[in-house]
């Protein structure tokens, strides 16, 4: 079974670049996975931040981009701000009309 | 405004069952493929099924599989989960989204469902 994975935890400091990661435990994502990424603050439902590997969804500030990084997806944040304080997830597309969430990464900014 | 509202979860003892809506609204929802994606306490997301939007192709994760039932009605703008012989691991905020481009643009706000004795 293919797991998709990420940094348990990250910290940047405000007004810093950070790159959150998200990989397979077998294999490289590539565009074909489609990959999405989610920010969510506790108690709150998940929030899209860019769909389709770099594309921002809709009011989503140009300081969030998506990539591919070697054989990983990538999430950078440039210009690091309190409220980015959140846990991110990613998600690849696996086929057969589903896709897999990662574990998540709990991005502290202090 | 683009709008998910789940209702139907609460507390349901091991190996009961029920009945999760979601009413959706400021969009033509037969135009979308529709999902439910849960979370338990504590831990990350999970994709748990997913259908088309004329209902004609259904996809679930293992772990549901022959236990839930994802359906939906178009003319009701609205998305169903039917759980059935559920587990404490079913235990989780249960929320319906929209699927686009093999992924969650909106999400809705989530109704938790506890499985417990």
């Known amino acids: 079974q293919t797991v998709v994975t990420q940094e348990p935890s990250f910290s940047v400091s405000p007004g810093g670049t950070v790159t959150l990661t998200c990989g397979l435990s077998s294999g490289s994502v590539s565009t074909s996975y489609y990959p999405s990424w989610y920010q969510q603050t506790p108690g709150q439902a998940p929030r899209t931040l860019i769909y389709?590997?770099?594309t921002r969804s809709s009011g989503v500030p140009d300081r969030f981009s998506g990539s591919i990084l070697g054989n990983k997806a990538a999430l950078a944040i440039t210009g690091a701000q309190a409220d980015d304080e959140s846990d991110y997830y990613c998600a690849l597309y696996m086929g057969s009309g589903i896709s897999v969430f990662g574990g998540g990464t709990k991005l502290t900014v202090l | 405004e683009v709008q998910l509202v789940e209702s139907g979860g609460g507390l349901v003892q091991p190996g009961g069952s029920l009945r999760l809506s979601c009413a959706a609204s400021?969009?033509?929802?037969?135009?979308?493929?529709m999902i439910w994606v849960r979370q338990a306490p504590g831990k990350g997301l999970e994709w748990v099924a997913n259908?088309?939007?004329?209902?004609?192709?259904?996809y679930c994760v293992d772990s549901v599989k022959g236990r839930f039932t994802i359906s939906r009605d178009n003319a009701k703008n609205s998305l169903y989960l039917q759980m059935n012989s559920l587990r404490a691991e079913d235990t989780a905020v249960y929320y319906c989204?929209?699927?686009?481009?093999?992924?969650?643009?909106?999400w809705g706000l989530g109704t938790t469902v506890t499985v417990s004795s």
């Open positions: 989204a929209r699927h686009y481009s093999y992924s969650v643009d909106v």
């Open positions: 400021g969009f033509t929802f037969s135009s979308y493929w």
């Open positions: 259908i088309k939007q004329d209902g004609s192709e259904i």
């Open positions: 389709n590997t770099n």
